[in-house]
């Protein structure tokens, strides 16, 4: 099946500072590409969609100008968490779908600690 | 998108098969049900999705009820690497792949 990859896997950061997550679609085409959140003994949670050469869209309750998206090409889609908080602290997974897919791959998640 | 129900856990026995249900009485007739899992620490893991026809590929097989209103995931044969949160979720066709996940079942596989 389609391989979505996400680096890094793990990342631990001071509070203040920025976080780029990368999620890279590698054998596809992904015109779309999703962000979620996960807490501890949560379920998924849909912070943005992301349309290659267009502005992510946000849901509810998203700062945009605290988790930057940019997807600048068919295969890569970033999230960067800026000025991060320990409360920022979280899973977060991509993922993708492609062309007449009707399914969505996801990426093996980041697991941000701020410090 | 139709909201669905399922049960937060169940265990099963390695071998046995593993009938996981799901409830959506409100979904419309151009909504897909689709099966994830998530294994601890990782990203979902597409199983298997149908509109209204039983479905069946390596994984497992997803049987939905004539009506549409509930359907049922089944593993043929649990491993213990199938211990995992499982997710039922219901897509329309007009939403741009939108996934929202609900809180998943649990599903613990022992020897």
């Known amino acids: 099946g389609a391989v979505v990859s996400q680096h890094p896997s793990r990342v631990i950061c001071k509070s203040g500072t920025s976080v780029k997550i990368e999620c890279r679609s590698l054998d596809f085409q992904a015109t779309t590409m999703f962000w979620y959140r996960q807490f501890p003994k949560q379920s998924l949670m849909l912070m943005a969609t992301?349309?290659?050469?267009?502005?992510?869209?946000?849901e509810q309750g998203v700062e945009k100008d605290k988790f930057l998206i940019n997807h600048a090409s068919l295969t890569l889609s970033t999230l960067t968490v800026t000025s991060a908080h320990p409360e920022d602290s979280s899973f977060y997974i991509c993922s993708a779908r492609g062309g007449a897919a009707e399914k969505l791959f996801f990426g093996s998640g980041t697991q941000l600690s701020v410090l | 998108d139709a909201k669905t129900t399922q049960p937060p856990s169940m265990d099963c026995a390695e071998g046995r098969a593993a009938n996981l249900p799901c409830n959506h009485s409100t979904i419309s007739g151009n909504e897909y049900v689709y099966w994830y899992r998530q294994i601890h620490s990782q990203g979902p893991q597409y199983i298997i999705h149908?509109?209204?026809n039983n479905e069946t590929n390596e994984m497992a097989s997803l049987i939905i009820t004539e009506d549409r209103k509930s359907s049922t995931l089944i593993l043929p044969h649990a491993t213990l690497r199938d211990t995992a949160v499982y997710y039922c979720i219901v897509r329309g066709l007009t939403n741009d792949y939108k996934l929202s996940f609900g809180a998943g079942t649990t599903v613990t596989v022992r020897a």
């Open positions: 992301s349309n290659e050469g267009s502005k992510a869209t946000y």
């Open positions: 149908g509109l209204k």
